[in-house]
């Protein structure tokens, strides 16, 4: 089904139309998967896909200062409002277009931790460190916060929560040693491989909901074929693959100025 919407893009982009660069402005945890994605749409399409990652935050804050984005791909939805808000959206054009889960991450060989209400997230930690994204600022320190608060462990921790400008900056902190847990997305353990042990997976009910919006932005006469190749079935396999779910092609309804 998806499929079909990369049969629309391409007649109104026919295989004659010239090469085209778009800039992709995305969430850091959807790096791996996007990578892969973006080279092998350059293969098939000659175009030049430019891809930028960070906090969604930051990202939102440089699109309403300016920057040249075509594509935005977030990791929370309120960052994409402020954007709809601000009319920097093509709103007709708006997703939500993946989920993902939340886990706490530790060093390999690491045994698993049964994360339920009042689990001994300290005791396990001792006196050692726990990376996470920002936690009153970047999407996945956030749901993260959400997470250990719901579960009643979140006061125990917070002295020894190191916080980075992203979630992947977070990972680093585990993989190489500075930390010795961390709270990330599920598609960042996969991403890491070997590297670092999924200790446990945070109840989906403890956090909201984890959804990545994505839309094209308003005015970017570059694009809609690489938008539309990010809902088509191969791309879908690529973000499987890497840790996150698809979420069904539903467009967002218009927000009212």
């Keep these: 089904m998806r499929d079909l919407l990369l049969t629309a893009a391409l007649i109104v982009l026919p295989g004659l139309a010239p090469a085209e660069t778009v800039t992709v402005f995305a969430a850091a945890s959807l790096k791996t998967a996007l990578d892969q994605i973006a080279a092998d749409h350059q293969v098939a399409s ?38 709809a808000k601000a009319d920097l959206l093509d709103r007709a054009t708006r997703v939500d277009l993946l989920g ?17 209400k009042g689990f001994d997230l300290a005791g396990r930690l001792g006196p050692g460190k726990l990376a996470m994204a920002l936690v009153d600022a970047v999407p996945a320190g956030q749901y993260g916060k959400q997470a250990l608060e719901s579960l009643g462990v979140w006061a125990a921790v917070a002295p020894q929560v190191v916080q980075s400008e992203n979630v992947r900056a977070a990972l680093a902190l585990v993989t190489s040693g500075a930390a010795d847990m961390g709270v990330v997305y599920g598609s960042d353990a996969v991403a890491a491989g070997d590297t670092v042990a999924v200790l446990g997976q945070f109840p989906a009910d403890s956090h909201d909901a984890i959804t990545y919006p994505a839309a094209r932005i308003a005015g ?32 967002v309804p218009v927000m009212t100025p």
Excluded: C, H, K
């Design 220 to 251: 970017a006469a570059a694009g809609a074929a690489f938008f539309a190749a990010l809902q088509a079935d191969a791309a879908d396999a690529v973000f499987v693959a890497n840790g996150f779910s698809v979420m069904a092609p539903v467009i």
């Design 100 to 116: 993902n889960s939340l886990v706490l991450v530790g060093q390999p060989g690491a045994g698993a931790v049964r994360i339920a």
């Design 46 to 83: 000659g175009d030049r896909v430019l891809l930028s990652y960070g906090g969604t935050p930051q990202l939102a804050r440089q699109i309403l200062e300016g920057a040249p984005a075509d594509i935005f791909i977030a990791a929370a939805s309120p960052w994409m409002d402020l954007l």
